[in-house]
Nanobody, 115 residues
């Protein structure tokens, strides 16, 4: 069973930085894509950033230039480096690993940005 464990969430003031990590239970190259999603109360889940097995990056327009997704292959970990955080970034952040049509999700880590 694929397991994804997120960490790094917390409370930060606007303008601050935070790094989220997603540790997978197996080689991350087993997955076609690994992504970070977020969901705020009353909002739909949205894609934040993704990286595919070939290293292609994808970012939501709202985070371009502020967030960076990266992977540490040796540690089977995908990271999300978040800079210049805004209150609207407040959400539960989830890691996803996709194998073709199958998706696996982490438990989520809360990011709260105070104004």
């Amino acid at each position: 069973q694929v397991q994804l464990v997120e960490s790094g969430g917390g409370l930060v003031q606007a303008g601050g930085s935070l790094t989220l990590s997603c540790a997978a239970s197996e080689n991350i190259f087993n997955f076609n894509v690994m992504d970070w999603y977020r969901q705020a109360p009353g909002k739909e889940r949205e894609l934040v950033a993704g990286i595919n097995v070939g290293g292609r990056l994808n970012y939501a327009d709202s985070v371009k230039g502020r967030f960076t997704i990266s992977r540490d292959n040796a540690r089977n970990t995908v990271n999300l480096h978040m800079n210049s955080l805004k209150p609207e970034d407040t959400a539960m952040y989830y890691c996803r690993a996709a194998i073709r049509s199958r998706s696996y999700w982490g438990q989520g880590t809360q990011v709260t940005v105070s104004s």
